[in-house]
C-alpha cells in the first residue's frame, strides 16, 4: 500500500513537473521585438498567425521605454485602438506577461498614432494540452 502511494506521489509530481516546463516564453515581433512596424518591417498579427499560445506561457515585450509602452486593452479598445481604460499597463522596456487564462488577448502601444499604425497584438490563448500518462507494462 505505501509503495502504491509512493508511486502515485512520484507519478503526480513528475506530470506537475512536465506541465510547468512545458510554458514557451515569446518575444513579441522575434529580433525585431515591440516598436513600431515601419521601422523594423514587423507585422505582429503575422508574427502570431502561427504560434500556439497556452496558458502558462510567458510574453516578452522588449522596447525602448522612452518611446513605447504596452497596455492590455478589451477587444472593443483594442479595435479603436483607445487605451484611456486599459486592463493593464506596462512600461518597463522589458515586461514579461503570463498567459493566466483561455481567450483572446489584446495589446497594444499606448502612445499616440503608434496602434493606428500597427504596433499592436492579438493572441487567443488556450487551455494547455494534457500531458500523457505513462504506460505501465
Not at 503526480?12 to 512545458?22: E, N, R
Request: hydrophobic share 40%.
Amino acid at each position: 500500500m505505501a509503495l502504491a502511494i509512493r508511486e502515485t506521489l512520484a507519478f503526480l509530481m513528475i506530470t506537475m513537473l512536465f506541465q510547468v516546463s512545458s510554458a514557451t516564453v515569446y518575444k513579441v515581433g522575434g529580433s525585431a521585438g515591440w516598436t513600431l512596424p515601419i521601422l523594423r518591417n514587423v507585422d505582429y498579427s503575422k508574427w502570431a498567425s502561427n504560434k500556439p499560445f497556452h496558458v502558462g506561457d510567458v510574453l516578452v515585450f522588449s522596447y525602448n521605454k522612452l518611446f513605447h509602452n504596452v497596455e492590455q486593452v478589451n477587444q472593443k479598445n483594442y479595435q479603436a485602438c483607445n487605451v484611456t481604460s486599459p486592463i493593464a499597463s506596462y512600461n518597463t522596456g522589458n515586461d514579461s506577461i503570463t498567459l493566466k487564462q483561455v481567450g483572446h488577448k489584446y495589446f497594444v502601444c499606448g502612445v499616440p498614432g503608434h496602434c493606428q499604425v500597427g504596433q499592436k497584438l492579438e493572441i487567443n490563448v488556450t487551455p494547455l494540452a494534457p500531458v500523457a500518462a505513462p504506460t505501465t507494462i
